[in-house]
């Protein structure tokens, strides 16, 4: 590709040429000075990087109070000196899992690429390349939703307006979403224009709404980048769409690339706590791995080969106090999967419940925030019978139906903190719930009690120092950080 200048080309549409061409290589852009570089294997965008100092990881784990500047620079020095990655440095130090590491650099991918999108001058080239980024650096992002985020808050409306071309054309909601929206809160402009497109309306009569022009155009532009809705004169077969993976973290463990390191594959344990955790969002259709058009006999088949294939995947593990319960969820929302698709009359009543909740794409309604609420309390029902097991479930599928409530996030990253099985789990939605409640001393502290528990120490000291910043009073967040850097200094000599 020859050498392109930004002001004349619409990066989302440059992006997405690639995309549709699933193109390897390096996407570069360059303005005033500074140089951002997108990777991209079968035409995803898998890592990013900058020439900015903002944009590095050492600078967003200090904002994130992770890391202080100075404790930084020790890392930075020492993982020149050993000629490692810092990421594997930071590993080493203990100042992050692999699992974090992998949700940072996955967070610093989405920042860079998203800041290209403000971004109204410079040049763009792209270089092919078949691995442009080794395999233990790719992170899992929705592509499309890197799209849909970009165009909001790209600044050049004409732009985007000359982009959509005839405006006579009709837009539709897409059947089947790249990407799950459920997380994705939709502006009220945004929400007219997915009803509009149900309607399968011409562009030109929604630009004709109430609403700014400007903001029509760029949700209408957004939506289409993200395949939110598409042109119903270009629209694929309404069987075909395919969910992105976006797990938001290393398409392989760092470890994986490790010599001398023994990796079982399958790892059938990380497969059934995956499963579990995909459970809120799961369809019946999921469940049972089948696309919405499939026979009453393809259903039958499939569902007897995995019956047969499973349950002799999950047998040796069965027995296990740790995955025994989880199993035996996974079997039920199997065979419920089954019963409902298996019947015509249940299976037409079912379809038309996920055509109403594809066609809404609304925000959190009131009704899923007392869902959310309600299931908190009987979370809390469960836990005081002792059945931490029912609880999780429970919050897995508030905090699902309402990801802003603190209610459930809070409570379920204490559930999980203790659960024997998904403890690794947990840490996420601490930070989850402290984000939402920065002021939330008690949950900052019982974060590091469970990072103390899990043998984290660096992580745990961050917290409690944070702690006694906000609370200069708390006892015991002192005691805690006494004894542990006295261990950490004994650890040192």
Known sequence: MSTKDLSHVLLAEEILALHRVQASGILEASSAGIAKRLFLKAGRIVFAASSDENDRLGEQLIRLGRISRSEFAAIYR?????????????????????????????????????????????????????????????VDISLRRLLLE??????????????????????????????????????????????????????????????????????????????????????????????????????????DTHPGLRVEEPDVRAQIIKRYEALPRATHYDMLGIPRGASCEEIDAVYRRLTREQDEEWNDYAGDPKLGSIIGTLRLRRRE???????????????????????????????????????????????????????????????????????????LALTLAQHPTLARRAE??????????????????????????????????????????????HDDARRELNALEMTAARRSR
């Open 78 to 138: 020492h993982s020149l000196e050993r000629q490692q990655r810092l990421g594997e440095t930071l590993v080493d130090a203990g100042l992050v899992d692999e699992e974090e590491l992998g949700a940072l650099v996955a967070r610093q991918v989405q920042k860079i690429v998203l800041s290209l999108f403000l971004w109204t001058r410079g040049t763009l080239r792209f270089e092919e390349s078949p691995e442009p980024i080794p395999a233990d650096l790719q």
């Open 150 to 255: 970009g165009m909001r808050v790209f600044p050049d409306a004409e732009r985007m307006e000359r982009h959509l071309g005839d405006s006579e054309r009709r837009l539709r909601v897409t059947a089947q979403p790249p990407f799950d929206v459920k997380r994705i809160a939709f502006s009220p402009v945004e929400r007219s224009i997915i009803q509009d497109a149900s309607a399968e309306m011409r562009i030109s009569d929604i630009l004709a709404r109430s609403a700014p022009r400007a903001l029509l155009t760029q949700g209408i532009c957004a939506l289409l980048m993200g395949g939110i809705v598409e042109l119903l004169e270009s629209a694929a077969p309404r069987d075909l769409g395919v969910v992105e993976e976006d797990t938001g973290m290393f398409r392989l463990a760092m470890t």
């Open 337 to 411: 999967a089954y019963l409902v698709l298996s019947d015509d009359n249940r299976r037409a009543a079912y379809d038309r419940s996920l055509e109403k909740t594809a066609a809404g794409f609304s925000e959190v309604t009131a009704e899923a925030h007392d869902r959310a609420l309600r299931l908190a309390r009987e979370a809390r029902a469960a836990i005081d019978r002792g059945d931490r097991e029912s609880a999780a479930t429970l919050l897995l599928e508030g905090v699902d139906s309402d990801p802003g409530d603190n209610t459930c996030r809070r409570l």
């Open 428 to 473: 996420r939605h601490f930070i989850t719930a402290l984000e939402l409640n920065p002021k939330d001393v008690d949950l900052r502290f019982r974060l590091a009690l469970y990072y103390k528990k899990l043998g984290l120490v660096a992580r745990a000291i961050v917290q409690l120092k944070a702690v006694i910043g906000a609370h200069p009073a």
